[in-house]
């Protein structure tokens, strides 16, 4: 049984709460529950509902977050035991989400401080990617992937520093979406990266990314960033002519050949599906220094974030000592790291323009094995938006050993978050497009 | 006699050599001449000219560039003593601007090191504002404004980090431009901070601007920022209808009177020439913290370009402290100030949608004399631009009282530099806008 709105929201939010009984001690999605005000909602939004009053399209539609995002009266974990202070109010997206009927259920497990792409926490467990026994689902959002893939909810919430929304989307065989930054505001969110970070949404389709975007953005006054206008034009109605830029063979080498062969088809089957393929580079974009930048850029911010307490209880020795590396960065050294950013971010502006999307792998590689080591290489291509501050969605491929899926990302021109995902409806029905299939 | 294309070139260089004899002595915008180079290139060009072959719009005029800006063969000294191995190659800024037949005469005093804005230079002299014995022509592009006003060169290249070719430009009564960030390459720039730098024109009309601009653009290998593309669609012609964002009194309350004055008279003649103002605020923008944020940063992105001659002769005290002061910082308060450039640059973004540019004063005060204390606040309007990468193209404004001219500034969406330069030249004929009136 899927959820959804075919179903009242009591028997909806009853179903995510029996199915995480039933699976997530095996997962470890959830760090919280909120039986309580969860079922409350589901009743409200069901009498709402009956009486013709619906709010929309996640009215009494089950959702969790993850742990770095504030909810009142729950310590924002941030994927840790540091900090056990219940936050005072709603983050602004938790706030909208609920005003728009949606049904809050709990909140994920995340890889500790979100700096890192496995979520095998030392504190809230080894998430667990329910496509696969004993693999990650891939991180920092990896709770929020694994939740949406064993069908405990229809949808979650991520933040994508590097890649952390998209790739455990494209780990768990998910739709996922990373905004333009200034777009959906943070206000709430404890930053991992202000520079980088960005609230996103993931999902089973791209209509629910649409829906969820939409009740998320807009102007918070106490985000100095989210004033940016949210218009961007016309969505496309088909396929037909879009133009596409894709990477030269070059830039793609360290991609394992499940992937390559993946993206193959589904650049074959947009090309067969009527749209302009064209070859793009963004200038002096080295994939692996610039995930180094955005590294130390992440430490230097996340130090400067949780302050005092990356010298008390409650993290693990290896990210207290990113941390503090971090904080005693050399300041010129720090000075080039935003520089790298800035150059790809102009740079990325070159490329992009009079193209609807540049279309990358999501990441280099599918899901791996806990316990197997870590390939260094998880956001190389998933970073490039975070710099740019463009929106980015990642859409789940069939690999053709017919294993764990493979994903594909489309990054759009700042502001075009509208368009991609009307693009991802349109796509949704390519061949190669992954089907998520769990079981009931 | 205005130097211009109305003479031969050879007439236009001797007579830019004359006036440097007759007057720089007591004004020192000219750190170096080349007077064989440039005579060389001024019968080349009449050769051409003659022969039916100019090169554009340039080809002819005498130039000069900024001390931190590469002429092969010279030492590129930043206003130092420092630096005395001769450059092998020229900026890629004068190699264009050479190839469209421009005439070299030599490089240009300039506050030391760029960071400062009164070009009262320890090593080179104090430049004097042509338009007024013993006050300053401002900075750090001093030299490039004073040689403009006396009537020595046509038009000259500064250097813009937060307001270092406005200010100078607003002081002498001149045109100039700030190009939008990445337009125009940087390559051959001896950076003081390369997040914030961007090199501009200095003139007597918009038109120059324009032609020099045309001339500097586009994409650069060396140079990974300029690779943006310059189109920014169809310039205004007549200013009916153009809509100008203007901040409320509150924003402009630090202002001299008579700059408050002009820039009403300005307004004025805006609306009634037929633009629509608009009151609009940058959400966010607090001028002095921004401006502090721009300095620590211009302090540790230029201790880190002048890496070990930080510690070496030929800077002042003054200079190394502040150079030292920002490569001891703390790598959080570096990444504070790095957050705070983002917020404003996304907050301009959503203030400037949908309006033609942002009029502000360019400076808060006019030009001050030497020896007075330096106003804290000069760089409190321009430096907006140089966080958002945007354009900003400052015009003289006469003053009620009839003594030193005041200034505005149009600052435009990025990419709209094509169309700033048009609206100046639309506006050229407005009745406040002040007309160069040098001795001949």
């Not at 959830?30 to 009053?53: E, Q």
């Not at 980088?196 to 009740?215: K, N, S, W």
Request: aromatic share 4%; charged share 15%.
């Amino acid at each position: 049984m899927t959820i959804g709105l075919d179903m009242s929201s009591v028997a909806a939010t009853e179903t995510a709460f029996a199915r995480i009984a039933a699976v997530d001690g095996d997962i470890r999605a959830f760090v919280t529950t909120l039986p309580d005000s969860a079922r409350a909602a589901a009743r409200a939004s069901d009498a709402r509902r009956a009486a013709g009053a619906s709010l929309g399209p996640l009215d009494g539609l089950p959702f969790a977050v993850k742990d770095n995002i504030a909810v009142a009266g729950l310590p924002t974990r941030c994927g840790t035991t540091a900090f056990d202070t219940p936050a005072t109010a709603d983050s602004t997206v938790v706030a909208r989400l609920r005003a728009a009927g949606a049904v809050l259920i709990g909140t994920l497990n995340m890889h500790e401080g979100a700096l890192g792409a496995t979520t095998d926490n030392p504190f809230w467990g080894r998430c667990i990617n329910p496509l696969k026994p004993r693999y990650t689902p891939g991180g920092s959002s990896g709770g929020s992937a694994a939740a949406v893939a064993a069908g405990m909810v229809p949808w979650t919430l991520g933040t994508d520093t590097m890649g952390s929304v998209r790739i455990p989307a494209a780990y768990c065989g998910l739709w996922a979406l990373k905004p333009t930054r200034g777009r959906v505001p943070v206000t709430g969110l404890v930053h991992l990266s202000w520079t980088l970070d960005t609230i996103g949404p993931l999902a089973r389709d791209a209509a629910t990314l649409g829906a969820v975007l939409a009740a998320m953005s807009g102007p918070d006054a106490a985000d100095p960033m989210s004033g940016v206008l949210q218009g961007d034009g016309t969505a496309p109605k088909t396929l037909v002519g879009l133009r596409f830029g894709v990477p030269d063979a070059a830039a793609l080498t360290d991609c394992e050949p499940a992937v390559l062969d993946a993206f193959a088809d589904f650049t074959s089957s947009l090309t067969a599906a009527g749209a302009v393929l064209v070859p793009t580079e963004v200038a002096g974009w080295s994939p692996g220094a610039l995930r180094r930048a955005g590294l130390l850029i992440s430490e230097v911010e996340g130090a400067e974030v949780l302050g005092a307490a990356v010298d008390g209880p409650g993290l693990s020795d290896d990210f207290r000592a990113m941390l503090d590396y971090g904080r005693r960065a050399n300041a010129g050294r720090v000075a080039r790291a935003y520089q790298q950013l800035q150059q790809l971010a102009i740079a990325f502006e070159a490329a992009i323009h009079g193209l609807t999307g540049i279309i990358l792998p999501t990441a280099p590689q599918r899901a791996f094995a806990h316990d197997t080591p870590v390939p260094p290489g998880q956001a190389d291509f998933t970073a490039l938006a975070n710099v740019a501050g463009a929106p980015a969605m990642t859409l789940p491929i069939i690999a053709r050993d017919g294993g764990l899926p493979c994903a594909a990302q489309i990054i759009g021109p700042r502001q075009s978050d509208l368009s991609l995902v009307a693009i991802g409806q349109l796509m949704q029905g390519l061949p190669p497009i992954w089907q998520p299939d769990h079981k009931d």
